[in-house]
């Protein structure tokens, strides 16, 4: 059985069992953009390496996947091979995967050539995901380039049983009040283990209990200019099991957009240093 999708009267996916949009009413690719990859120091950081891997919670509609893969595949510098590693409860069908694509906001001027190409990676992914079960299953696309892990079932289940060190993560969960499971304490230390020093981090809620959470666990939070109609977003980079709560790196008065420490920060994404990795 696969989870019904509300298609709002402009045309974005609404979801009834946590009453949340499935992205923000900017689109799915501006959000995949200027939040995610963003927020993660992408494309720099997967620029020249084997391998890149990133962790996703919620996998949902599949626009970051579709919009993280389309950027590799512009990227003439793009690593041998991009690893997506996500989380899902509850799986839409292959045609609304499609259907949301179709009926997304028209492109600007940036997102057209990535549009055009999620078009047609869209079906791809649509074909592939017609085999989709309980569990995890890898997908492999772009002759084995570009692999997508779906682990198919709740989120505190399936993150310890996946085996995979993240470059970079993506926390995709609905609002976390309307979500808390997929913002929990147990769920954010559960992805902690699957990162590194270096590993960044990236979302569009800037709720505060995340970031104590995030910070709790090791990770340096940055509070940065939102896409809008949000003000903010959060971007992090994970230092290591931390006795004592990380520093959050921009302060709460330095969210104008433009602003140069947010803008130091995204350069410090972007070069953050790299230390070696493994994934399964
Ligand atoms: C905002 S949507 C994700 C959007 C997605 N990243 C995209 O690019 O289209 C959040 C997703 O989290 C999933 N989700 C919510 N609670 C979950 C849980 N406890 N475990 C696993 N997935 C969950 C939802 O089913 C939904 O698909």
Redesign the pocket.
């Known amino acids: 059985m696969t ?1 019904p999708v509300t298609w709002l009267a402009d045309g974005s ?1 609404h ?1 009834t ?2 009453n ?4 923000s009413c900017a689109g ?1 690719t501006a ?2 953009l200027g939040v ?1 990859l963003m927020g993660c120091g992408l494309p720099q950081r997967w620029q020249g390496r084997p391998l890149f891997t990133i962790l ?12 993280t893969w389309a950027s590799w595949e512009a990227d003439p510098q793009r690593c041998e091979q991009l690893h997506v590693v ?7 069908a292959a045609a609304d995967l499609v259907r ?1 694509v179709q009926s997304a906001t028209p492109p600007t001027d940036t997102e057209r050539p990535l549009s055009a190409t999620i078009a047609v990676r869209v079906h791809e992914l649509a074909r592939a995901w017609e085999s989709l079960s309980p569990g995890i299953q890898t997908l492999n696309f772009a002759q084995g380039r570009v692999r997508l892990t779906l682990a198919v ?4 289940n ?1 993150l310890p049983d996946l085996n995979c060190v993240a470059d970079a993560v ?1 926390l ?3 609002s976390p009040q309307l ?1 808390p ?2 913002w929990s304490a147990d ?1 954010l230390r559960a992805v902690a283990q699957h990162c590194r020093p270096g590993t960044t981090l990236a979302t569009y809620t800037v709720a505060k209990d995340v970031r104590t959470r995030l910070q709790t666990l090791g990770f340096s939070v940055a509070k940065c200019p939102g896409l809008p109609p949000k003000r903010d977003r959060l971007q992090a980079i994970y230092r290591g099991a931390a006795d004592q709560p990380a520093s959050e790196v921009v302060s709460e008065t330095l969210n104008s957009p433009g602003s140069t420490q947010s803008a130091h920060t995204a350069q410090t994404l972007a070069s953050a240093p790299l230390a070696s990795h493994t994934t399964g």
């Open positions: 989870e996916p979801s069992r946590f949340d949009r499935y992205h799915g959000q995949a995610f996703e919670t919620g996998f949902g509609l599949g626009m970051n996947f579709l919009t996500s989380v899902e409860a509850h799986p839409v949301n079932g709740e989120v505190q399936m993506f995709d969960g609905f979500n499971q997929m769920t």
